[in-house]
């Protein structure tokens, strides 16, 4: 009897330990960052065993090129393909998130200070365009902002499992970073200033820029 206590404690201590980091699920590409908003505003995204919730942006390791066209509020079409030469990000959000809306602003001064970045914002919500246009009068943003089908999101970008979730895009196309939670105009500079081996803030690239 005392045996088979001791194995069954055993047991019961082993099933409380976290999963193998190394095993991996498919997520460990996303570095989430503290205060990612969910349904629940005041909720962080749930992460994998094998992703630490250090707030540091870490490489998507994703060599494609996502293909995004969406309809903006403003009645244009915005393609991702037609922004080549320019880093974008591209921005899950929502209107009840909080983190999203202390992020916005710092996007919005981002695409509106540098000519080699761009942002588009992409509504994760079920939310009517009336009321979309309403909220951001009293919200403004300097670049575009599309209403996803949360049914059927762009088949290239992951289903965000947390908002905000904001996806970094060389100027020739591919993923340079997935991120979760909100992030700042500076920490997004830094990324960009380390990927092409420059100091944050500085000029483009020419080979970037053409």
């Known amino acids: 009897m005392r045996i088979a206590a001791v194995a069954l404690l055993a047991a019961l201590l082993l099933g409380c330990q976290p999963a193998d980091p190394a095993a991996g699920t498919g997520d460990a590409d996303v570095a989430p960052a ?102 951001l009068l009293e919200h403004p943003m300097t670049y575009p902002i599309a209403i996803l089908d949360t049914a059927n999101p762009p088949a290239d970008f992951d289903e965000p499992r947390g908002l905000p979730m904001t996806w970094l895009i060389a100027p020739d196309g591919r993923v340079e970073r997935k991120m979760m939670g909100p992030v700042t105009a500076a920490e997004i500079e830094e990324m960009i200033a380390a990927a092409r081996g420059t100091s944050a803030g500085a000029a483009p690239d020419r080979a970037e820029a053409g």
């Not at 090129?65 to 403003?74: K, S």
């Not at 939310?127 to 979309?132: G, L, Q």
Request: glycine share 8%; net charge negative.
């Open 34 to 135: 503290a205060g990612a908003g969910q349904a629940d505003p005041s909720a962080t995204p749930a992460t994998s065993p094998g992703v630490a919730d250090s707030g540091a942006p870490e490489p998507a390791g994703k060599d494609f090129r996502p293909t995004l066209v969406v309809g903006a509020l403003d009645g244009t079409q915005y393609d991702l393909a037609a922004h080549r030469g320019k880093w974008v990000l591209v921005n899950f959000w929502a209107t009840w998130c909080n983190p999203c809306l202390k992020e916005m602003p710092e996007l919005s001064a981002l695409a509106a200070m540098r000519e080699d970045i761009e942002v588009v914002g992409l509504a994760f919500e079920d939310i009517e365009p009336a009321e979309m246009k309403a909220f």
